[in-house]
């Protein structure tokens, strides 16, 4: 066999490799290997296939961003719809109808009652403020066994009872996983805001013991109410012992 024949037998070889790799069809497949020529064809038919599918798929994405622009489009159009309905006022009610009804909860609190007319060019307090020697001068009774205890959070003492307290029983989730848990020094910056009296700092104390089982807080703060400040307080921190609070 001379070396001519020899290479020709090697560059078969390679062209049958080449077409059996390749995934086009059987018909490439049978055909390079005879031509090396073959071989690019096979190469190209499936540069072919791969370049079809690469935009086909691009196609299929431009038609889902489409659909997904159209859809939210919609969307968009349908929320202004209802926010523009809510700028129509609400239909009219049966006054009558809701008169004659029984509403217990409402008839103990300070709002005007089904029927009354409001006159807004006189717009005031629902109960004027009391003076002082008007309001209630001894605290009120507690149960037997507790007691009113005035909490000083400069003293580290205290502030550390009050923070394993807040710690252990203050706002939790319904599966006990995740509780607020406000630090010492935040317990102090937030209940000593300008204005701040010692005895808008109130606990509660199981009076053998001396257990802190309760707490209040109040700060003071200027409220607005249309064209009048007044002075109020904000409440926070309220808290009673867990195991208090069924009792």
Same mark, same amino acid.
């Given at each position: ?160 009872? $009050?923070?394993? @307290?807040? /710690?252990?029983?203050? #706002?939790?989730?319904?599966?006990? =996983?995740?509780? &607020? ?30 257990? $802190?089982?309760? @707490?209040? /807080?109040?700060?003071? #703060?200027?409220?607005?109410?249309? =064209?009048?400040? &007044? ?17």
């Amino acid at each position: 066999m001379t070396d001519q024949n020899r290479n020709e037998d090697q560059n078969d070889e390679g062209d049958s490799s080449t077409a059996g790799a390749s995934t086009t069809s059987k018909s490439f497949s049978q055909k390079s290997k005879s031509k090396p020529a073959d071989a690019a064809a096979v190469v190209a038919a499936a540069t072919e296939v791969v370049d079809g599918n690469s935009t086909r798929a691009e196609n299929n994405n431009q038609k889902l961003t489409d659909k997904s622009m159209r859809n939210l489009m919609k969307q968009m159009t349908l929320a202004e719809q209802a926010a523009a309905s809510n700028n129509v006022y609400a239909p009219k009610y049966d006054e009558k109808a809701a008169s004659r009804q029984e509403w217990k909860f409402w008839q103990t609190q300070p709002v005007p009652t089904i029927g009354t007319k409001i006159n807004t060019s006189n717009i005031g307090p629902i109960e004027s403020n009391k003076s002082i020697d008007d309001l209630r001068q001894e605290p009120y009774k507690l149960p037997d066994g507790f007691s009113w205890n005035d909490i000083d959070i400069h003293v580290d003492e205290q502030l550390q009872e $009050l923070y394993t @307290f807040l /710690s252990e029983n203050y #706002i939790e989730d319904d599966g006990n =996983d995740f509780r &607020l848990e406000y630090s010492m020094p935040f317990l102090r910056w937030a209940l000593c805001a300008p204005g701040w009296l010692q005895k808008f700092h109130v606990g509660v104390r199981v009076t053998k013991s001396g257990k $802190l089982v309760g @707490f209040i /807080s109040a700060v003071p #703060i200027r409220m607005r109410v249309y =064209d009048k400040e &007044l002075p109020m307080v904000d409440i926070n921190f309220l808290c009673v012992h867990k195991k208090l609070r069924l009792k």
